[in-house]
């Protein structure tokens, strides 16, 4: 039996993520990674070994830090295969904003539970649920008022009981998964598509269209969203998932 085709384009996933990191600090994900690490603190333990899948910013593998920790930063993208984790074993491992769009994400949990040490954590946020909603919206409507069809432009997010089955099923055990609402206003469609390049969260799915949408469509999708808020200043909402789950221990 065939595998089924993958779901997102690994090269322009590269790309983007290699733009995302000459760009900077990602502002969506910047208060995420100040709560892991305060969660991080709260572990009544040592945890010298952590991998850190996925850093966008320089500063991420700093900030998750601690005296007498050693973090190693891995980047799915960057391989040429996203399963090839670097081996363990691992004290915790987070993940930032990285595995939203794996294809092979059960696959990769796996791996990644049996990077760990027995009893350790695995934690991390991602951008899913019923985020981007305006957008979304947005996107379908300037396709309908162009006439022509629809074009997948947004890829699906994994919501918060979907994520927690997935742990569940990949030998975690306690998944708790939480949902943070973030809702920002924006005065032009610029300013919402920098975020999401600087997140590396704009399309990548892999039967995305590759023709040029141009500026009357373009100007379709704009002028509605910024006109559908007070002051010209329209309103998008974000759900970041927080996760953590923990090795299995060792029975004895």
Known sequence: MSSPPDLFDPATRLLRRRRALAIGDPFLFDRAVDDLAERLGSIARPLPR???????????AERLGAPGRTVTT?????????????????????????????DRLPHLLVRIRQALESDS????????????????KAL???????????????????????LAALLDRSGFANPVVGVDRLNLRYGSLDRLVADLRAAAETNILAARSHRFAGKRWRDRLEEPLVASGAQGRFEERFELLHWIAWSPPILR
């Open 140 to 162: 379908i409507a300037a396709d309908q008022a162009s006439g022509g069809s629809v074009a997948p432009r947004a890829h699906p997010r994994i919501d918060a009981p979907t």
């Open 121 to 136: 954590p695995f934690l991390g946020t991602l951008i899913g649920g019923d985020s981007l909603p305006a957008l979304r």
């Open 50 to 60: 952590m991998l850190l899948i996925g850093a966008l910013s320089p500063t991420w």
């Open 74 to 102: 891995w980047e799915p993208a960057f391989d040429g295969d996203e399963l090839e984790i670097p081996s363990g074993p691992f004290d915790a491992v987070v993940a930032v904003g990285s595995l939203a769009t794996v």
